[in-house]
């Protein structure tokens, strides 16, 4: 099974920040990624599908890029209600694997 | 709008099984265009991907789980439903149901203990 492999785990950065999350697959899913924010005590929130696509009332500082094996999440301008764990999942094929999470906070 | 909403038992005894239902509601679980999946978050914990759930019937599991695990469609109730059985405490976590990847339910903790 293809594995999805965040890095990094955790990250403290100043409000106005440029913030970029790497995820990296164990084999190429095309473009078959989703990623997810997770407020602390809150429910998932799909952000971005297929690798680069917003979802609909997503902030435009949110953006994805990435195809094969390799993705990335980047918050332009790092904002207070940024604050959250993010994760990445394929969705090629079953099983639809998470990433680890990378957990985002301010400095 | 789609809503979903899990239910079923808050504490399980170890050994035993472990049943959710996601009650569906502002769209026909008859919707082709969608899966319907079970994901669970152990406290403190990152998400784990359960299964999932065509309307065919068709299913697909984490292989991880799968030999314990048992993924039902009830289209006359607008549900769909998770069996996990010989449950531990290792299966203790907030399990949430999904329609695509888009739409959740609130999550529910089931906790394993005697």
Redesign the interface.
């Known amino acids: 099974?293809i594995q999805m492999t965040q890095s990094p785990s955790s990250l403290s950065a100043s409000v106005g920040d440029r913030v970029t999350i790497t995820c990296r697959a164990s084999q190429g899913i095309s473009n078959y990624l989703?990623w997810?924010q997770?407020k602390p005590g809150k429910?998932?929130k799909?952000l971005i599908?297929a690798a680069s696509t917003l979802?609909s009332g997503v902030p435009s500082r949110l953006s994805g890029s990435g195809s094969g094996t390799d993705f990335t999440l980047t918050i332009s301008s790092l904002q207070p209600e940024d604050v959250a764990?993010y994760?990445c999942?394929k969705?090629n094929s079953?099983?639809?694997?998470?990433?680890?999470?990378t957990k985002v906070e301010i400095k | 709008q789609v809503q979903l909403q899990e239910s079923g038992p808050g504490l399980v005894k170890p050994s035993q099984t472990l049943s959710l239902t996601c009650t569906v509601s502002g769209d026909s679980i008859n919707n082709g265009s969608y899966y319907w999946?079970w994901?669970r978050q152990p406290a403190g914990k990152?998400?784990?991907?359960i299964?999932?759930i065509y309307i065919s019937g068709s299913t697909?599991?984490?292989?991880s789980l799968k030999s314990r695990i048992t993924i039902s469609v009830d289209t006359s109730r607008n549900q769909f439903s998770l069996k996990l059985s010989s449950v531990t405490a290792a299966d203790t976590a907030v399990y949430?149901c999904a329609r695509g990847?888009?739409d959740?339910?609130?999550?529910t903790l089931v906790t394993v203990s005697s």
Not at chain 1, 94 to 101: D, I, K, S
Request: glycine share 18%; hydrophobic share 30%; no cysteine.
């Open positions: 099974d989703a997810y997770q429910v998932p799909l599908y979802q764990t994760y999942q969705y079953a099983p639809l694997t998470f990433g680890g999470g | 999946s994901i990152g998400l784990e991907w299964g999932r697909n599991y984490n292989p949430y990847a888009r959740w339910g609130q999550g």
